[in-house]
Structure formats: C-alpha cells, structure tokens
C-alpha cells in the first residue's frame, strides 16, 4: 500500500524572511552608526516627523546623486549639506511665497534673496519708496514690520540654522546729531532686527552675530551712494559654516 506523504507546510519561509529581516536590520544598524552626525540627526527627524520630507527630490533622507550633482554659485557642497541645502532651498521658496501674499510688497524694491555655498542671504532693502525703517532711525515702520515679522515666522521654523544680521547704509549719509553716525545707526538697525526676529519666534540661541559697519561695504557694482546700499542682511547658516 503506497503511503500518502504529508504536507510540510510554509513555515521555512517564514523562519527564512525573519533571517533576512533581521540581517537587513543588522545592516542599517551598522551603515547608522557609520554615518556622520547630519545624517543621524536627519534620521532622527525623519522619525519623529516621517510625513515631512526634507528634499523635493527624494523621499527619503539619502541625498541621491541628483541633489549630489548640484552646485552653488561659488563651488560643490558635499553630500552631508545636500539635506540642509535642501532645507535651504525649500526655506528660500517659502518665503517668496510669504512674500507675495503681501498686496503692497514690491519684491525687486525691498527684499532679495541669494543661496549661496555659505547659506542663504535676505537682503532688505530701506528705499525712499518703501521705506523698512523711520527715516535717520532704528525703528521699524509699520511696512518694516510687517517685513520682518513675516520673514522671523518662516526662519522660525528651522532652529538648527544660525542667523547673522549685518547693517549697512549709502555713503554720504548726514548723521542726525554729532554723536550718532552711520556706525551707530547700522548697528542699531541691525539690532533692532534681531528684536523684531526673536519677538516673532527666532530662539535668541539662533542669533550669532549682530553687527553695523556703515558704508564700509556698498553693493558690488552700484554707487557707493546708491540706496540700494541701505539696507540689513539676515544670513542663514548651517553650524559647518560658522567661523570661529
């Protein structure tokens, strides 16, 4: 009588894709601890905030050859800043996007913004025409305001990049009184933007360098005595960018 064999199931299977499981695992454990500290703090956002992607180029947090491929005005930036690139970038479009919702805000007149391999430069303007503070003065007037409280919402929300402010002016200025000239005023300036950033949500922590320098360092290829040269810089830097 012929025996009937019986069955012996899928079980290995299972056995077999725990194993495989658990040496994938193994992998990425071994490959995490490789990596630099960007990475494993990029992984560690990507947990506690998975739906949000940090690149529009990938999903995931491994910069792909794409965004290694991309260059800024003055040389590469290596893998490890492809994510805050990145950050940058997507910091960059949302505050033109914030910007234009302003109906009175004339974008070419009051603010530009350049990414560049040290960060990302905001540069806004005090014209005659849309004036950001009083004029011969520190304090903001109600359009500066409304500038720099827009732009604190978006830096606000990327704590891990420093903020250096810079004032500057046009040569020629008329100071106000004998002990009140264009180094007083830029600093000043620059100051009072700080305030203005850290009352609408910049940790004061992000803040590392408040400075005025005058007319010491007008606008490349304008009159020294242009306008344009009056004016305050919020430059956003990654930590790796910061000088000593």
């Known amino acids: ?78 893998s490890a800043s492809a994510v805050e690139l990145n950050m940058l970038r997507r910091l960059n479009e949302d505050l033109l996007a914030s910007l234009q919702k302003h109906p009175d805000l004339d974008q070419d007149e009051t603010v530009k913004l350049e990414l560049n391999n040290d960060g990302l430069r905001i540069s806004i303007f005090d014209r005659n025409r849309k004036p ?59 100051n009072t933007a700080r305030r203005g950033l850290i009352d609408h949500g910049v940790r004061a922590l992000q803040i590392h360098k408040v400075a005025g320098y005058a007319d010491t360092r007008p606008q490349p290829q304008f009159d020294p005595a242009d306008e344009i040269n009056r004016r305050v810089s919020l430059m956003l830097k990654t930590a790796d960018k910061l000088g000593p």
Not at 24 to 44: G, H, N, R
Not at 146 to 153: E, K
């Open 1 to 78: 009588m012929a025996k009937k064999h019986g069955h012996h199931g899928g079980s290995w299977k299972v056995a077999y894709a725990d194993f495989v499981t658990a040496m994938m695992a193994l992998f990425m454990v071994l490959w995490l601890s490789s990596q630099d500290e960007k990475i494993k703090e990029a992984v560690a956002r990507s947990f506690s905030n998975p739906f949000s992607t940090l690149t529009k180029q990938s999903t995931g947090i491994i910069p792909n050859k794409e965004m290694q491929a991309v260059k800024s005005s003055q040389g590469n930036f290596d």
């Open 132 to 190: 950001v503070f009083e004029k011969d003065s520190a304090r903001f007037t109600e359009y500066g305001r409304w500038v720099f409280s827009t732009l604190a919402w978006q830096v606000a929300r990327y704590p891990s990049f420093r903020v250096e402010l810079e004032g500057h002016t046009e040569s020629g200025f008329k100071p106000v009184r004998e002990d009140y000239g264009p180094w007083e005023l830029t600093t000043d300036r620059a």
